[in-house]
């Protein structure tokens, strides 16, 4: 049994093809998936225009392997249309939980306890898209150029989620999330950041049926 755990894909148009391939071949070798949020760009698409988009083409496969959808801040549930969800996920929620070899992984996106937009943003506004467009633009090139190193430089955004989970947690519990576009596997603070699947770069998880969580990092 082997869990794929994916997030911060930020699937926009125009349609990646090379993007498409990479999420196509990581999902086909999963037998279940998680989506830790972000999935589709919601503030610079509707749901309806990314339903419509060549994304759909995941969407058999992911159903396919019993999806769990957690929602984002960019995929948040009242950007998404309920009823067609059920087309690439089984389960839809904010927090997903499940017990593995004596531990419990809990999954969160990580804006509840670092929110990056000081109110809920009208995506429809031309200048929130506007400023969205240009960090995507000054992100690509940081990624293409630093990759990981530019992801260490902002490593501090895992912190703050590390230190405020850490009040929460239970002793068996451990915590993963995506949000800061950063990978973290720290088994001893029982955080775990998936990381971020765009702009060429592409990192996820892997765990298997021990529990045991694998990092990935590929470039595409």
Not at 5 to 14: A, E, G, K, M
Not at 61 to 84: C, I, Q, R, W
Not at 160 to 176: A, G, S, T
Request: hydrophobic content about 35%; aromatic content about 14%.
């Amino acid at each position: 049994m082997k869990t794929l755990v994916i997030s911060d894909t930020h699937l926009d148009l125009p349609f990646e093809e090379k993007k498409f391939k990479v999420l196509n071949r990581i999902i086909s070798q999963a037998d279940k998936v998680i989506i830790n949020g972000d999935f589709w760009e919601g503030f610079l698409l509707t749901f309806e225009q990314f339903y419509h988009s060549d994304w759909r083409n995941l969407f058999p496969l992911l159903k396919s392997k019993n999806t769990v959808y957690v929602f984002g801040n960019h995929d948040a549930e009242e950007y998404n249309n309920p009823e067609k969800l059920h087309e690439f996920s089984d389960i839809q929620t904010s927090r997903y939980e499940y017990a593995v070899n004596g531990s419990t992984f809990i999954f969160e996106h990580g804006h509840r306890l670092l929110p990056l937009e000081k109110e809920k943003p009208d995506v429809t506004d031309p200048h929130f898209q506007s400023t969205v467009r240009r960090f995507n633009t000054l992100e690509k090139l940081l990624i293409q150029v630093g990759g990981p190193l530019y992801q260490y430089a902002v490593s501090g955004f895992n912190t703050v989620i590390k230190n405020k989970i850490q009040v929460e947690l239970l002793e068996n519990e451990v915590f993963f999330c995506g949000h800061t576009h950063t990978p973290e596997l720290n088994l001893k603070r029982r955080f775990i950041n998936s990381g971020v699947i765009k702009y060429g770069l592409a990192q996820y998880l892997l765990i298997d049926e021990t529990g045991t969580v694998t990092a990935r990092q590929e470039r595409y």
